[in-house]
């Protein structure tokens, strides 16, 4: 089992930027990958973007350009920049991680991003 503690979320003007965190624990060979979801209000959960423990990343079109996941394996945690906020960027932010892309079974509690415009 692996828990997962995001933060970082805040209130930001359009156009300012955030920088999430998530702090792995537990089972840390369940974090082989890991990633960046949101879900927007009366919207589904999206991906952002992954990383795996090679540093391969991918990233939701949406955020092409604007975001860089990274991950610091010797602390346990996974980094989302996120610059040139928007206000359709407004969501609550999920860490997950898993055994492989695909399989990302662990999840965190959120934080929530609000970009005013």
């Known amino acids: 089992q692996v828990q997962l503690v995001e933060s970082g979320g805040g209130l930001v003007q359009a156009g300012g930027s955030l920088r999430l965190s998530c702090v792995a624990s537990g089972n840390i060979f369940r974090t082989t990958a890991m990633g960046w979801y949101r879900r927007a209000p009366g919207k589904q959960r999206e991906l952002v973007a992954t990383i795996t423990l090679g540093d391969r990343t991918n990233y939701a079109d949406s955020v092409k350009g604007r975001c860089t996941i990274s991950r610091d394996n010797a602390k346990r945690t996974v980094y989302l920049q996120m610059n040139s906020l928007k206000p359709e960027d407004t969501a609550v932010y999920y860490c997950?991680?898993?055994?492989?892309?695909?399989?990302?079974?662990?999840w965190g509690q959120g934080t929530q991003v609000t970009v005013s415009s």
């Open positions: 997950a991680a898993g055994p492989q892309l695909g399989n990302l079974d662990s």
